[in-house]
Nanobody
Framework: QVQLVESGGGLVQTGGSLRLSCVVS????????IGWYRQVAGKKREFIGR???????MYDVSVKGRFTISRDNAKTTAYLQMNSLKPEDTAVYYC????????WGQGTQVTVYS
């Protein structure tokens, strides 16, 4: 059974930083790409970036240059470093396996205030 556990969210001022973690269990982590997503209440979940099994990241234009995705295969953990945060980054953040999407975890709330 695959489990996805996101953590690291919180309340931060505009321009601040947070690092989110995504611990994955139940799959061979090192063989899977990992995606990061976010969802605002009442809106669709949106894709913001991913990291390949070999460690190559790619980003949606909305976060490119501000967010950095990394991974530690030994810890079966993916990270989302978020810098220069804006109020519009406020959302619940999720991770998932790509392409074999698994049941979503609980996510972690990020709130950016001005």
């Amino acid at each position: 059974q695959v489990q996805l556990v996101e953590s690291g969210g919180g309340l931060v001022q505009t321009g601040g930083s947070l690092r989110l973690s995504c611990v994955v269990s139940g799959v061979t982590f090192s063989l899977n790409d990992i995606g990061w997503y976010r969802q605002v209440a009442g809106k669709k979940r949106e894709f913001i970036g991913r990291i390949s099994s070999s460690g190559s990241p790619m980003y949606d234009v909305s976060v490119k240059g501000r967010f950095t995705i990394s991974r530690d295969n030994a810890k079966t953990t993916a990270y989302l470093q978020m810098n220069s945060l804006k109020p519009e980054d406020t959302a619940v953040y999720y991770c998932n396996v790509i392409p074999n999407q698994q049941p979503w975890g609980q996510g972690t709330q990020v709130t950016v205030y001005s």
